[in-house]
Antibody, heavy 122, light 109 residues
Framework: QAQLVESGGGLVRPGGSLRLSCADS????????MSWIRQAPGKGLQWLSYISGSGSTIFYADSVKGRFTISRDNSKNSLYLQMNNLRTEDTAVYYCARGPGDTVTTGPFDIWGQGTMVAVSS | ETVLTQSPDTLSLSPGERAILSCRASQSVSSKDLAWYQQKPGQAPRLLIYGASRRATGIPDRFSGSGSGTDFTLTIRRLEPEDFAVYYC??????????FGGGTKVEIK
């Protein structure tokens, strides 16, 4: 059964950095777009970034552009999010998710990890 | 950016009742690019509906989606105890940013 497992969350001071990882199992990782999505405490879902299967296409939400970097290593079936210059408003549960789509067509976020908590506080 | 507005914010219903959730887009969304997710406390979201009306694998047929253009609806035919949760709509076809609605909480009356 396909699943995603995030790691790397924790407590960091404002201005600090953190790197999140997401490991896949059970599907052809390199065939799919992958995304990072976050949820601040008590709030809704916010898409942050996606990367194509080959890594050649990347987009970011304006709120993280220039501070966060998405990447992937298909040989390790892994997705990453490097987060720099963190702010208190970045405090959230961060999810990796498969999607939007694969090499052929667009699609929803059909597989989600369990999430990893990032807390930015002094 | 396509803004998705969900209504109502909260729906108070009893088990066995029908729930109707609305998602309105600020501009036309292709039906093939509209999804609904369910999220329970402490859990990741789960895909329910994609392509506006297609149920994801393992989703019971009491969940149905409909709509086109700027107006979409998620209907839960007869609420089961496990259906009380927060529901989000999301569009994934237009240029980024990909956007979610603000969510509708379905709570027990």
């Amino acid at each position: 059964q396909a699943q995603l497992v995030e790691s790397g969350g924790g407590l960091v001071r404002p201005g600090g950095s953190l790197r999140l990882s997401c490991a896949d199992s059970g599907f052809s990782f390199g065939d799919y777009y992958m995304s990072w999505i976050r949820q601040a405490p008590g709030k809704g879902l916010q898409w942050l970034s996606y990367i194509s299967g080959s890594g050649s296409t990347i987009f970011y939400a304006d709120s993280v552009k220039g501070r966060f970097t998405i990447s992937r290593d298909n040989s390790k079936n892994s997705l990453y999010l490097q987060m720099n210059n963190l702010r208190t408003e970045d405090t959230a549960v961060y999810y990796c998710a498969r999607g939007p789509g694969d090499t052929v067509t667009t699609g929803p976020f059909d597989i989600w990890g369990q999430g990893t908590m990032v807390a930015v506080s002094s | 950016e396509t803004v998705l507005t969900q209504s109502p914010d909260t729906l108070s219903l009893s088990p066995g009742e029908r729930a109707i959730l609305s998602c309105r887009a600020s501009q036309s969304v292709s039906s093939k690019d509209l999804a609904w997710y369910q999220q329970k406390p402490g859990q990741a979201p789960r895909l329910l509906i994609y392509g506006a009306s297609r149920r994801a694998t393992g989703i019971p047929d009491r969940f149905s989606g409909s709509g086109s253009g700027t107006d979409f609806t998620l209907t839960i035919r007869r609420l089961e105890p496990e259906d009380f949760a927060v529901y989000y709509c999301q569009q994934y076809g237009s240029s980024p940013p990909l956007t979610f609605g603000g969510g509708t909480k379905v709570e027990i009356k």
